[in-house]
């Protein structure tokens, strides 16, 4: 599948980010609590239309968005093995499936080993905060939050007002944006209220 980097609105690839191939820790964390939320509300973001299914097609839209273009005979040909015969798309099972299959081709697959691990669950919290802080800054501001929910086709990322709200909610400093601290109780409240 070819898939093309990411570009900043200057043209340039960004610097900050490790080429396609290398390898990530950000694909898969090792927190089953908050790999499971986590699976499930991207399943949630690429099924545009609520069917319970995410065709090829709408894979392929939900990368696009994110500037990642793919092939959409090659996204076909990738899905067609996890998808139940009689069915037009991925349902839930079959993206986990599919999920588990690619972190073991590509990343070892070594999710029991180093699940519930305090240090790793920081790793994976520090690496969702760096989704957000576009800028390496070390705060989200209310224009980073609006940006990735924007880029991923959230209602949310359209008024910078209910971005603001959702900054102030979290933000017990007051100063208009949120550090990692912040982010992490932010989470972890997020997962106890999930659990």
Same mark, same amino acid.
């Given at each position: 599948? #070819? ?7 200057? +043209?340039?690839?960004?610097?900050? &980010? ?10 898969? *964390? ?10 499930? &509300? ?10 319970? *299914?995410?065709?090829?097609? @709408? ?11 793919? #092939?959409?005979?090659?996204? =076909? ?10 069915? #037009?798309?991925? &349902?839930?099972?079959?993206? %986990? ?8 081709? /590509?990343?070892?697959?070594? =999710? ?10 920081? !790793?994976? *919290? ?7 802080? @576009?800028?390496?800054?070390? /705060?989200?501001? !209310?224009?980073?939050?609006?940006? %990735? ?8 990322? $359209? $008024?910078?007002?209910? %971005? ?10 007051? #100063? +208009? &944006?949120?550090? /990692?601290?912040? /982010? ?12």
């Amino acid at each position: 599948m #070819d898939v093309a980097p990411a570009t900043e609105t200057n +043209g340039s690839s960004s610097s900050r &980010r490790p080429p396609l191939g290398a390898k990530s820790a950000s694909f898969r *964390l090792h927190s089953p609590s908050l790999n499971s939320l986590r699976l499930r &509300r991207i399943f949630d973001l690429f099924d545009k239309n609520g069917d319970g *299914l995410i065709t090829a097609e @709408e894979l392929s839209k939900a990368l696009a968005l994110l500037g990642l273009e793919a #092939d959409l005979s090659d996204l =076909e040909s990738i899905l067609r093995s996890h998808i139940r015969p009689g069915s #037009d798309g991925l &349902r839930f099972d079959d993206f %986990v499936t599919l999920h588990r299959s690619i972190d073991d081709a /590509f990343f070892g697959g070594d =999710e029991a080993e180093a699940a519930g691990s305090p240090s790793r669950e920081e !790793a994976d *919290l520090s690496e969702a905060f760096k989704v957000f802080d @576009e800028d390496g800054d070390g /705060f989200i501001s !209310a224009g980073e939050l609006q940006t %990735v929910l924007a880029k991923l086709g959230l209602p949310e990322g $359209e $008024e910078i007002g209910r %971005v603001k709200q959702m900054i102030n909610s979290v933000d017990r400093d007051h #100063d +208009g &944006r949120v550090d /990692f601290f912040e /982010f992490k109780d932010m989470m972890r409240s997020v997962l106890v209220k999930s659990s």
